[in-house]
Nanobody, 125 residues
Framework: QEQLEESGGGLVQAGGSLRLSCTDS????????MGWFRQVPGKEREFVAA??????????ADSVKDRFTISRDNAKNKNTAYLQMNSLKPEDTAIYYC????????????????WGPGTQVTVSS
């Protein structure tokens, strides 16, 4: 069972950077693909980025491509995904959720087995 927890959210000015972290502290015997989604009030949760279980393959929403980078650390006893966010814009303001599932193809279409509680990212203009 995965137990995801995000950190690293906060307030930043437009053009600035933030790095989000997501740690899976569960006891799953399987290493999952991981990803990030975001949601603003009144809108559906949207896909942001995903990384494969081995870290070799990444996918991005068009709105964040070339600005955001997803990565992961698969060192022993550590299962953490990161989202480096650069050149932030006010429209990036949202609650960001970490996600885990079997593979990136499922995550990209919103089929997610485990979610983190979310972390707020606010970008001021």
């Amino acid at each position: 069972q995965e137990q995801l927890e995000e950190s690293g959210g906060g307030l930043v000015q437009a053009g600035g950077s933030l790095r989000l972290s997501c740690t899976d502290s569960g006891r799953s015997l399987r290493r999952n693909a991981m990803g990030w989604f975001r949601q603003v009030p009144g809108k559906e949760r949207e896909f942001v980025a995903a990384v494969s279980a081995d870290g070799d393959n990444t996918h991005y929403a068009d709105s964040v491509k070339d600005r955001f980078t997803i990565s992961r650390d698969n060192a022993k006893n550590k299962n953490t995904a990161y989202l480096q966010m650069n050149s932030l814009k006010p429209e990036d303001t949202a609650i960001y959720y970490c996600a885990a599932d079997l593979n990136t193809a499922r995550i990209r279409v919103g089929i997610v087995n485990s979610w983190g509680p979310g972390t707020q990212v606010t970008v001021s203009s």
